[in-house]
């Protein structure tokens, strides 16, 4: 990298003055200096490369040349995140996505907030439930659902970040390719979830499950929660007979309340749909003639 060339052509960005009659083979160190400090804060906002430093607050120079000291907040809400990303100027890396460097908007909609470079900056910081917001909205506003039910649908999943109406306006103005494309950025974001994930943790971003409800369930299994238990296990005569702890709570819960073996099962699908938010698969239920055997 040509640091002194890029000091002496782009210093006015940082308001970085260079003394008068100075050429590009005479600029003082202090200001090579400060120049290099600029690009190495840039590219860690960007998420190009790791923090060097303690990541909670990035101080930078305001690229506008005002001399002004943007503080980069570790905990931000999406408006704040939103304010930030409208404030700086149209530069192409404020617009790539995982297609290309033209963003191809809506002439009346400004959406920064569906870029992949503000996807990334949301990974870097750890906001995932955001993340998982911008995945579901971009999929509610293409399936044309009202604003309402799409923060149903995040709730449903146990978010805890929801959709507010001037961010729900701005995603239905778009057309549905911009909506295909930033689409395909949460894609890339996904695959950079997984690629984070050590091969020895067993935990994996399926495609048919959502960001929301992945981290949702995460922070749910990681305080020790950890619905749904096996209901069946192996024993030498036969390699799928019910647990026993199964077998010990629905014993109990037959004879204390008076409940009939031959209704059992359905009474487990109807707990299944309110604790799990599903019905049990037909591996994990048994039948009435099974349940009978082994009570």
């Known amino acids: 990298m040509d640091l002194p060339l ?4 782009l210093h006015k960005w940082w308001s970085v003055e260079i003394p008068a009659g100075a050429s590009v083979n005479n600029i003082p160190q202090d200001i090579l200096h400060r120049v290099k400090e600029e690009i190495v804060q840039l590219l860690e906002v960007s998420c190009l490369i790791e923090p060097h430093k303690e990541p909670s607050i990035v101080r930078r120079v305001s690229v506008r040349g005002r001399g002004e000291v943007a503080v980069f907040d570790p905990n931000p809400g999406i408006d704040t995140w939103m304010k930030r990303k409208r404030s700086r100027p149209n530069l192409p890396q404020d617009t790539a996505d995982s297609n290309s460097q033209s963003t191809n908007r809506h002439p009346n909609v400004d959406c920064p907030e569906f870029t992949l470079t503000t996807l990334k900056e949301l990974f870097g910081a750890g906001k995932y439930q955001l993340i998982g917001m911008v995945e579901l909205l971009l999929e509610g506003v293409k399936g044309g659902l009202s604003c309402r039910a799409v923060n149903e649908k995040i709730k449903s999943f146990g978010g805890s970040e929801v959709v507010d109406n001037k961010l729900y306006e701005t995603a239905s103005k778009l057309e549905k390719k911009q909506l295909t494309r930033f689409q395909k950025n949460i894609t890339e974001i996904r695959k950079m979830m997984n690629a984070g994930i050590p091969a020895h943790v067993p935990f994996r971003l399926h495609e048919d499950v959502k960001i929301v409800k992945y981290f949702a369930e995460g922070e749910r299994y990681s305080s020790g929660d950890v619905l749904p238990r096996k209901l069946w296990e192996k024993s030498r005569d036969n390699p799928r007979v019910i647990a026993r702890h199964a077998q010990v709570m629905a014993r109990h819960i037959i004879h204390e309340y008076n ?20 019905p049990l698969d037909k591996k994990e239920l048994f039948s009435a003639a099974t349940f009978r055997n082994h009570i």
């Not at 890029?6 to 052509?9: L, Q, S, V």
């Not at 009939?260 to 109807?270: T, W």
């Open 6 to 9: 890029i000091a002496y052509h």
């Open 259 to 278: 409940i009939s073996p031959a209704r059992f099962p359905a009474l487990m699908q109807c707990f299944s749909v309110m604790l799990l938010n599903r």
